[in-house]
């Protein structure tokens, strides 16, 4: 049984991951991230917490996903004009509620990476004069630090 388990951490895992550079690669070229690379991120990142972390893990990934997702929607809404572009697109903030589902217990140290990387990304474009309010970032980039952060978390922590 412990073989099966293995694989299949490691079959979710290399979905997961798959899935995510699609997403980058797809937001760079385009600027959306497409729904079936996040659901296939929410699934398998579903079944790679349940049956390498628990049940546990995976509630704790649902409600910050939640309270990601209510975060970036009340962002939007604040920082929204009359026919300006929202802050957080749709597509970000379903891959943001996937994420969290794929890292569980971690996913505030994958939302933390993130956020602190796109913001540096963005005073540094800012400070070059790329970038103007109506212009948008692709966020897949540093969300996929999320991933990477919210997965090698777990292997950390026990180290110590």
């Known amino acids: 049984m412990p073989e099966f388990r293995s694989i299949a951490v490691l079959a979710c895992a290399a979905v997961v991951a798959f899935s995510m550079a699609r997403c980058v690669a797809i937001d760079l070229r385009e600027r959306r991230i497409p729904r079936l690379y996040c659901y296939a991120i929410a699934f ?64 505030p140290v994958g939302f933390a990476a993130c956020f602190l990387c796109a913001a540096a990304f963005g005073l540094i474009a800012g400070r070059r004069g790329r970038g103007t309010r109506k212009e948008t970032i692709p966020l897949a980039p540093p969300l996929s630090l999320w991933l990477v952060c919210g997965l090698f978390c777990p292997l950390y922590a026990l180290n110590f």
């Not at 929607?73 to 597509?91: F, Q, W, Y």
């Open 44 to 107: 398998f990142g579903s079944i790679l917490q349940l049956v390498s972390l628990g049940m546990r893990s995976l509630v704790d990934g649902a409600v910050f996903g939640a309270f990601s997702v209510l975060s970036a929607l009340v962002l939007n809404r604040l920082l929204s004009r009359e026919g300006s572009v929202d802050a957080i697109g749709g597509g970000d903030i379903r891959c943001m509620f996937a994420l969290s589902l794929a890292t569980g217990s971690c996913a």
